[in-house]
């Protein structure tokens, strides 16, 4: 038998990082839904059936959609964490 003798390292965070990692992360997601959404859209006007065909999917246009759309998005989500929702840019 082995006898493993590993320490592991914890990483602590204070608050603030915590919550801008999260922000960080729910802004992407927020994206990455929206993107796929509006895609899954786009491609059945066009006559695809998107929960047989994958085709429509392009991880490469999803990932400029999130990199473009990023930043409004973590502005909105925080804003709206703030209790101030925009009427026009809502997100």
């Known amino acids: 038998m082995k006898k493993i003798n590993e320490t592991k390292e914890v990483h602590t965070m204070t608050v603030e990082e915590l919550e801008r990692e999260n922000i960080d992360y729910l802004s992407r997601f927020a994206c990455l839904l929206y993107g796929v959404n509006v895609a899954g859209e786009a491609a059945a ?9 994958s085709s429509w999917i392009k991880p490469i246009f999803f990932q400029k959609y ?11 989500i925080t804003k709206s964490l703030n209790g101030g929702d925009d009427e026009v840019y809502s997100w």
């Not at 006007?45 to 065909?53: A, C, F, I, L």
């Not at 999130?66 to 909105?76: A, L, Q, S, V």
Request: hydrophobic share 15%.
């Open 45 to 53: 006007k066009m006559g695809r059936n998107t929960e047989r065909d």
């Open 66 to 76: 999130i990199d473009e759309r990023y930043g409004d998005m973590k502005y909105n």
